[in-house]
């Protein structure tokens, strides 16, 4: 760290300007149904990340779990946009116990030295997207694996890779989890709200990322309801890798945490050419989020798990969604 730098006062203007960016960056962070549910509160130096209720999924997502956890992907981004533009920032997560929508505080200390691997990061940030289409029949590379499992690993989250009989049992919670969630008329009508025309501008899944059809694969992909215009290839998915991401709590801030763990995994991801399509199904229904726990003998809390499999280096990918304007996620106090 570059001390004397730190030392130094920081330029008003350039404050806000970094921080300003790093909530761009976080920006084109994913999150469950593109919903986007963060806004940002710019005060000098100090941006403070809230959770935005009217974007949380009340029937999926009661607790706020997913959207906590796509919270934390932002959280990453917007630390990697930071530290690549050369600044240290201090980082408190859940600052105030009595109040639980705010998220996060980044306090910018002063300037730092560039860090290489978020410049790296930072350009990996607007070409990491969600791809539905089958994996191609080239197997994940286990060096891609192991650095995405390594970006992932902390003290408090870790990443377990499903054995073939665990996958069948994936299959299965998955089909039952999103069997009983289709029996319910209001979740029915809030994935139609988030997928459908009467989604809020700049937010939700366009049909240009819901496959055309069903695609052939051993655990089910998340039934929209709907096909969308995504072609899809005729290939089953069969050299795909699961893997589930868990932790040693199930409270705020270790889906924060997760988050920000499942940012770091999935932009190293993007750099080893791994494609990366979270399954949430089974995280959302009671019943089958115990079974994935059960899947990890009960030592952790499951978080969300991943489709993972090789991509085509030539391909230029599946449609990007798009994204809220950064006016109006910042708030400038
Ligand atoms: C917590 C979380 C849960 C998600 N669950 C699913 C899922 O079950 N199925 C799916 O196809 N995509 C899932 N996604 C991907 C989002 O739909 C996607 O990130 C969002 O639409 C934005 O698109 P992008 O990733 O291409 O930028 C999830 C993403 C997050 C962060």
Do not use: K
Not at 34 to 40: D, E, F, K, R, S
Not at 199 to 205: D, F, K, L, N, Q
Not at 285 to 296: E, G, K
């Amino acid at each position: 760290m570059d001390i004397d730098a730190l030392t130094h006062p920081t330029d008003p203007q350039l404050a806000t300007h970094a921080l300003t960016e790093a909530a761009a960056a976080a920006g084109y962070a994913p999150s469950i149904h593109n919903t986007q549910p963060w806004w940002w509160r710019l005060t000098g130096n100090t941006l403070e990340l809230r959770l935005s209720p009217t974007r949380i999924l009340q029937v999926t997502d009661p607790d706020g779990r997913l959207a906590t956890i796509s919270c934390g992907v932002a959280l990453h981004h917007a630390r990697i946009a930071l530290s690549a533009q050369g600044w240290h920032a201090t980082v408190t997560r859940m600052p105030d116990r009595t109040d639980s929508e705010l998220l996060a505080r980044l306090h910018l200390d002063g300037r730092a030295p560039v860090d290489p691997a978020s410049v790296v990061h930072l350009r990996t940030i607007p070409l990491r997207h969600t791809d539905r289409r089958p994996v191609t029949s080239t197997p994940v590379d286990p060096a891609g694996l192991a650095a995405i499992t390594a970006a992932v690993e902390t003290q408090d989250t870790h990443l377990h890779t499903l054995r073939p009989d665990q996958v069948l049992e994936l299959a299965a919670a998955t089909e039952h989890a999103q069997r009983s969630e289709a029996a319910d008329p209001a979740w029915q009508a809030e994935l139609a709200y988030w997928t459908g025309p009467a989604r809020p501008a700049g937010t939700g899944i366009p049909d240009a990322a819901i496959p055309q059809r069903a695609t052939r694969t051993t655990v089910p992909s998340r039934d929209f309801g709907h096909h969308g215009d995504l072609p899809v290839s005729a290939g089953h998915d069969r050299m795909a890798v699961f893997v589930m991401l868990y932790g040693t709590a199930d409270e705020p801030l270790a889906w924060l945490r997760a988050g920000e763990t499942l940012s770091a995994g999935w932009l190293t991801a993007t750099e080893h050419d791994i494609s990366v399509v979270p399954h949430s199904a089974p995280i959302e229904v009671i019943a089958t989020r115990q079974a994935m726990r059960a899947m990890i003998a009960s030592i952790g809390y499951p978080y969300l798990v991943l489709r993972l499999g090789s991509t085509d280096p030539a391909d230029t990918g599946a449609a990007h969604t798009t994204r809220l304007p950064t006016e109006q996620i910042i708030d400038h106090a």
